[in-house]
């Protein structure tokens, strides 16, 4: 099955960029997601990326992705303090239609 | 358009106690599926429940168990509770799109449930 792993923190001054980092095992996820949540809250979907896809860019994020080393990144632009959260990467096993969830990185915004 | 909806949110309960956790799927979805989330970890996946039976499962025991209604609300079922079942249990709904491998999930509030 899939494994994800993710960095636990990382801490960044208001209007830097973040870069949340992710790698994953299972090279048959089609598809790969990026969840936020926020404290006592469920998770929100932020951004998705086909696997066939290296790149996707949505407002403020973008998302790499490097099949090759199995790794996946998601860039927030202008960093904001309402962006402090954790942030996770997912697969999605598409024959089970499940999600495999890293650990989570807290992201922490210094104004 | 509501969401996805969870109840109870909090839940208190002692070893040995059986709990039931709701859910209601966002408007339009069919599928339910449950994931448990421990302090500290990501989500893990329970089951998922499409057409009112379960089509696949994580790897939990056979004390959790589900259930889906014709109006595709779910039921998740907790028995023998142990205190490491303490966790947030978060319910997300999706639509089955045949043909489609793409599978969007939303995410309830998640109940919080406290095994003492």
């Known amino acids: 099955g899939e494994d994800v792993e993710q960095s636990l923190f990382l801490s960044v001054r208001e209007g830097d960029s973040s870069v949340i980092n992710c790698t994953y095992t299972?090279?048959?996820?089609?598809?790969l997601y990026w969840y936020k949540q926020e404290p006592g809250a469920g998770l929100q979907l932020l951004t998705y990326?086909?696997?066939?896809?290296d790149m996707k860019q949505d407002q403020r994020l973008t998302v790499l992705l490097n099949k090759k080393d199995k790794h996946l990144s998601l860039r927030i632009a202008d960093t904001q303090t309402g962006d402090s959260a954790i942030y996770f990467c997912?697969?999605?096993?598409?024959?089970?239609?499940?999600?495999?969830f890293g650990s989570g990185t807290r992201l922490q915004v210094q104004p | 358009d509501a969401g996805v909806t969870q109840s109870p949110t909090h839940l208190i309960k002692t070893r040995g106690q059986q709990v039931t956790l709701r859910c209601s799927p966002k408007s339009g979805h069919d599928t339910v599926s449950w994931y448990q989330q421990a302090l500290g970890q990501g989500p893990q996946f329970i089951f998922q429940y499409y057409e009112e039976e379960e089509r696949q499962r994580g790897n939990f025991p056979d004390r959790f168990s589900g259930h889906q209604f014709p109006n595709y609300s779910s039921e998740l079922n907790v028995n023998a509770l142990l205190l490491g079942d303490s966790a947030l249990y978060l319910c997300?709904?999706?639509?089955?799109?045949?043909?489609?491998?793409?599978?969007?999930?939303?995410f309830g509030p998640g109940t919080r449930l406290t095994v003492l």
């Open positions: 299972d090279s048959s996820s089609t598809y």
């Open positions: 997912a697969g999605m096993d598409t024959g089970r239609r499940a999600l495999t």
């Open positions: 997300a709904s999706s639509l089955v799109v045949r043909g489609s491998s793409y599978n969007e999930q939303f």
């Open positions: 990326i086909f696997s066939n896809m």
